[in-house]
């Protein structure tokens, strides 16, 4: 028996985002249907619309964060944190990127949706970044070995992003803020589009799929892209991006588009 709700409304909306974000890669491509059948997925956003809490002063979006707060072993952190260091929107030294990489510069890391110690299934976005029109981008990162699918990631994006339209004027006022005198980038006051990137190594792209026959990465691709294609339409496009190097050396970092889902069964023979 399928767990996904033929319907979807207020009231199951986190149920339904749950049951999603859950799903193991053989599920992925029925999830993904689901989520482009009867509005679904236009349901579902006006659902999360209606949910999404509001940060109240004194408290921020955009907090500072100590060197030491996470553990050690917090490997996803560290790289966040060496990621915000390479493309910090603040720093005069980050070299312009040879290509578009999904975003411009990143403005934040761990940036908190919630308002309250209950977070009701909110939590912080791993990455809040831009383009360089200022449009806001929203980077949900994995570990190399994470076993945590695509559509867990997208979903995730989304589901930040939504969080970030709904409060966009203070979110844009505390970007602005954040930039003080440097005006090389302005934020729009009317926000249309929220860019979602989903983002890792690139052996976690090689292995997400990898356990699958050809046919069925094939057709969890089709059902995927449908799906992306669907977000793109309602002004949630979604870029995947492979990221490369040491969070000891973050200049060193460096990020490239990754053609997926096509790009896990395209060379298989």
Known sequence: MSNIPETIGCNDVHFFMQQALIAANTSMGEYSEQLCQNNCLKDAISATERLVPTRCHPLTYLQSRPEREFAETSRERFLERAMLKRWDIRS?????PDSEIGWYRLCAYQVPTYNKRAKDGWGPIDLLGCRVDGTPVVIELKQGDSTETPLRMVLEALAYAIAVRENWPIIQRELTKLLEDNKRITFPNDLTKVHLVAAAPDCFWKNCLGGLPKELKISTSQSFRKLL??????????SFVSISGDYTDPPKLAASIINFPECCYSQVS
């Open 229 to 238: 294609d669907a977000l793109k339409d309602l002004n949630y496009p979604v």
């Open 92 to 96: 005069e030294q980050v070299r312009e």
